[in-house]
């Protein structure tokens, strides 16, 4: 007999013991020898132990019955084994009482239940991170663990369990969340620092988030124009210089046009010189791929990593000194700005520096690497944004802050990349108490993630998600839709990313000056495949040529 005296953590264990995958078991997943065992349990535990008998009646629940119409089923094996379990314990009584306590107690648990669908861990350290590197990436585990357990799913991240949620309906229930959870990112801690907004919960990222937002809003937007342009004509002019035929790389001058608007936008012009950027970015490629690529030496990487900081850190740090001498007028604020009105602390200004700049240029460079991508192989859907661009600006115009909105065409062209290609993968929070979503109790401080990749493959929203169709985003489509069916930037407690309007002015103006000087062919024999991490870029360079319109 099983000692009886147990915990709830204890009772999960028990279960774990009593359902086998190595013996015969009966059709409710249980080993014969243990059910009796399991219904004397149940009964000589109720009045100590309710959360443990619950717990086991749903078990069998979930196991034995399928839905209500196996009722009578389910109904007939508690009789049985409460009886032949009561007669046998030699003191616990009342069968009958029993099964009506059990089977009431599981349709009322059942409403909210705990037990998640989801994976098993495949090793007790590591969870199902072996499972994670066999589907090649967290993005493409969550594509095969959502189409064999449904839109919620549950998997263990070492020993944390998680869940996963892919549809809108699930996504509206979780619409408060703020929190994001540490087990997901800590990987990049070292880069970004630990005093960073990217670790920043509770009240400390909530008041950041608000005086930081300031210069992201929508009319904010009109003061980045101009350094979203004298970037994109200077990636004019550097394509002009390609002889016809020359092979242009597309991701090299996607990112370096995408660091200079991020640079400029953020810090001002003092940012945006060629030496500036070409500085930043060969510290940056530095210590990323010494982080996170080359793991040969843990102390090489650590002393590469803290010099390449502080080189940016003294960069950033001497730009912050030079604002404060100089001041900016009133409505010229820009994110030094209010950051250093935040705060004095000279840590925190150059981690949350660093983390806007990252998620900046790497985001913007991505989507447009890939736009530019699909604009070359398919030259009907590049022509059609030519004749927009024409449309709305004639020969000589510019993109401004008074017709940047007017590109409706390119607007649909830049979602059905953010989703075909999944630029954004996911996103993840936790929340402080316990919440419902879909039935299932998620208890507090879980991690939930929010798979934006797969709810962008979702074929009941989009027919033949696989395939490139801007046409999915037209106006009359996109009203059909939920507003969270198609969330790139994420959605959740005011936490979404903050430079989506950001990212959108940036995209536009770049495309709107390209595709209006030139004819993009992709280069013959490009194999270019998905690399899905946070953000999903490229296996390799992207080559195309141009022809001048």
């Known amino acids: 007999m099983i000692k009886h005296t147990i915990s709830q953590t204890n009772g999960e264990q028990l279960l774990d013991t009593l359902h086998t995958e190595d013996r015969p078991t009966t059709e409710d997943g249980l080993h014969p020898d243990n059910n009796d065992t399991l219904c004397l349990l149940c009964i000589s535990q109720y009045k100590q132990h309710k959360t443990v008998f619950n717990l086991i009646a749903l078990r069998i629940f979930n196991r034995k019955c399928k839905s209500l119409l196996k009722f009578k089923s389910l109904f007939d094996f508690c009789s049985k084994h409460f009886r032949d379990g009561?007669?046998?314990?030699?003191?616990?009584?009342?069968?009958?009482?029993?099964?009506?306590?059990?089977?009431?107690?599981?349709?009322?648990?059942?409403?909210?239940?705990?037990?998640?669908?989801?994976?098993?861990?495949?090793?007790?350290?590591?969870?199902?991170?072996?499972?994670?590197?066999?589907?090649?990436?967290?993005?493409?585990?969550?594509?095969?663990?959502?189409?064999?357990?449904?839109?919620?799913?549950?998997?263990?991240?070492g020993r944390t369990r998680m869940v996963s949620i892919c549809?809108?309906?699930?996504?509206?229930?979780?619409?408060?969340?703020?929190?994001?959870?540490?087990?997901?990112?800590?990987?990049?801690?070292?880069?970004?620092?630990?005093?960073?907004?990217?670790?920043?919960?509770?009240?400390?990222?909530?008041?950041?988030?608000?005086?930081?937002?300031?210069?992201?809003?929508?009319?904010?937007?009109?003061?980045?124009?101009?350094?979203?342009?004298?970037?994109?004509?200077?990636?004019?002019?550097?394509?002009?210089?390609?002889?016809?035929?020359?092979?242009?790389?597309?991701?090299?001058?996607?990112?370096?046009?995408?660091?200079?608007?991020?640079?400029?936008?953020?810090?001002?012009?003092?940012?945006?010189?060629?030496?500036?950027?070409?500085?930043?970015?060969?510290?940056?490629?530095?210590?990323?791929?010494?982080?996170?690529?080359?793991?040969?030496?843990?102390?090489?990487?650590?002393?590469?990593?803290?010099?390449?900081?502080?080189?940016?850190?003294?960069?950033?740090?001497?730009?912050?000194?030079?604002?404060?001498?100089?001041?900016?007028?009133?409505?010229?604020?820009?994110?030094?700005?209010?950051?250093?009105?935040?705060?004095?602390?000279?840590?925190?200004?150059?981690?949350?520096?660093?983390?806007?700049?990252?998620?900046?240029?790497?985001?913007?460079?991505?989507?447009?690497?890939?736009?530019?991508?699909?604009?070359?192989?398919?030259?009907?859907?590049?022509?059609?944004?030519?004749?927009?661009?024409?449309?709305?600006?004639?020969?000589?115009?510019?993109?401004?802050?008074?017709?940047v909105g007017e590109f409706q065409y390119v607007r649909q062209v830049l979602d059905e990349t953010l989703r075909c290609a999944i630029v954004v993968t996911l996103a993840g929070r936790f929340m402080d108490d316990d919440v419902t979503?879909?039935?299932?109790?998620?208890?507090?401080?879980?991690?939930?993630?929010?798979?934006i990749g797969v709810a962008c493959l979702n074929e009941k929203v989009f027919p033949h998600p696989e395939e490139f169709d801007p046409e999915r985003f037209s106006p009359d489509k996109t009203k059909k839709r939920g507003a969270l069916a198609f969330i790139p930037f994420g959605f959740a407690g005011k936490r979404s990313c903050p430079g989506q309007k950001f990212a959108y002015a940036e995209a536009t103006t770049l495309v709107g000056a390209l595709i209006r000087h030139f004819r993009l062919r992709l280069v013959p024999g490009l194999n270019i495949k998905p690399v899905h991490g946070l953000i999903t870029h490229p296996n390799e360079e992207i080559y195309v040529t141009i022809e001048k319109r």
């Open 167 to 403: 549809e809108e309906t699930l996504f509206r229930q979780h619409t408060t969340a703020f929190n994001r959870p540490f087990e997901m990112f800590d990987l990049f801690m070292p880069l970004l620092g630990a005093r960073s907004l990217e670790y920043a919960n509770g009240d400390d990222g909530k008041s950041r988030r608000k005086v930081y937002d300031r210069v992201f809003t929508h009319g904010s937007i009109r003061k980045y124009i101009e350094p979203f342009q004298e970037a994109a004509d200077d990636i004019v002019r550097k394509w002009t210089s390609y002889s016809p035929g020359e092979h242009v790389p597309v991701c090299s001058h996607m990112t370096v046009f995408a660091l200079r608007s991020v640079l400029s936008s953020l810090f001002g012009k003092a940012m945006s010189t060629d030496q500036q950027i070409s500085q930043f970015r060969k510290i940056y490629e530095t210590i990323w791929n010494e982080k996170l690529v080359n793991s040969t030496d843990p102390n090489e990487q650590e002393r590469q990593l803290q010099e390449g900081k502080q080189e940016l850190s003294s960069v950033l740090l001497q730009i912050f000194r030079d604002r404060k001498r100089n001041p900016p007028r009133a409505g010229e604020e820009l994110f030094l700005d209010v950051l250093m009105e935040y705060t004095e602390d000279e840590e925190v200004q150059f981690c949350d520096a660093l983390v806007y700049t990252i998620g900046g240029f790497h985001t913007a460079g991505n989507l447009l690497s890939w736009t530019l991508y699909y604009l070359a192989q398919y030259p009907d859907v590049q022509e059609r944004v030519y004749a927009e661009i024409r449309g709305v600006l004639g020969d000589q115009g510019e993109v401004d802050h008074t017709n």
């Open 86 to 157: 009561c007669h046998r314990s030699s003191g616990v009584g009342g069968g009958r009482w029993a099964v009506a306590v059990f089977v009431s107690t599981i349709i009322e648990q059942k409403k909210t239940s705990t037990a998640i669908p989801g994976m098993q861990p495949s090793s007790q350290k590591e969870g199902n991170h072996g499972d994670i590197s066999k589907a090649g990436s967290l993005h493409q585990f969550l594509v095969q663990l959502h189409a064999q357990f449904g839109p919620i799913a549950s998997f263990w991240w």
């Open 437 to 451: 979503i879909n039935g299932y109790v998620i208890p507090k401080n879980t991690p939930v993630i929010h798979a």
